[in-house]
């Protein structure tokens, strides 16, 4: 368990309304993610925080922001969903295991925009 | 930046082995192997760092070849439970994410 909470878990939404996707960690994690996952696409970075207020862009960044005002928090926002938004989000940290320092997942959002 | 895998689906009868591939056109520091059940996230199972290590959890284990930029998954006297998408994460130096690039994931269906 890494300790990270989304919400909602679900939600269905009409297009151009705004969304918020809420991350929240419990372990002061300096790096947090947000993930989408496509089938044949894979998982891929929407946007990434490395510190409060210190956030940027990945590889499918367009139509979303994000903000980190308090170490714990990690918020995803939608300006105005559009249908190719549909998708699951994961949001994810960066931590040491035992095994080593990798990524841990979220439970997952998922969105789907009509 | 995304890593290859292949193959892309493979069903297993219990009991027989797998591997799966990894393959990057980039230099990687790391390469994370996850498993995925339908509906939930992916889970960690295992980091191969540079240096050609061989790791092991349960039947399961993995190498890593820095000079060939891959890494293959392997999984031996599967069972059921190993039913699932597996996704290579490689980590490529100077990134400052420190994030991973995902493949798009290998579906393995175990029957009885």
């Known amino acids: 368990d890494a300790g990270i909470t989304q919400s909602p878990r679900h939600k269905v939404t009409e297009t151009g309304t705004p969304v918020t996707l809420r991350c929240h960690q419990t372990e002061n994690h300096r790096y947090m993610y947000w993930y989408r996952q496509d089938p044949g696409h894979g998982l891929r970075l929407i946007h990434y925080?490395?510190?409060?207020?210190?956030?940027d862009k990945g590889e499918v960044s367009d139509g979303y922001s994000v903000s980190r005002s308090k170490t714990e928090d990690f918020l995803l926002t939608l300006e105005s969903a559009t249908s190719s938004q549909t998708s699951v989000y994961f949001c994810?940290?960066?931590?040491?295991?035992?095994?080593?320092?990798?990524?841990?997942f979220g439970e997952g959002s998922w969105l789907t925009v009509v | 930046q995304q890593p290859v895998q292949s193959p892309q689906a493979v069903i297993l009868r219990e009991g027989e082995d797998a591997v799966i591939n990894c393959s990057s056109s980039k230099a990687l520091y790391s390469v994370h192997w996850y498993r995925q059940k339908h509906g939930e996230a992916p889970v960690f199972l295992m980091i191969?760092?540079?240096?050609?290590e061989q790791k092991g959890h349960e039947k399961i284990s993995a190498s890593f070849n820095e000079k060939k930029q891959q890494s293959s998954l392997y999984l031996t006297a599967s069972q059921l439970s190993y039913s699932g998408t597996y996704f290579c994460g490689t980590e490529i130096p100077q990134t400052g994410a420190n994030n991973l690039f995902f493949g798009t994931g290998t579906r393995l269906t175990v029957i009885p």
């Open positions: 994810a940290i960066r931590a040491q295991g035992h095994s080593g320092n990798t990524i841990y």
């Open positions: 191969l760092l540079k240096g050609g």
């Open positions: 925080s490395y510190g409060v207020k210190d956030t």
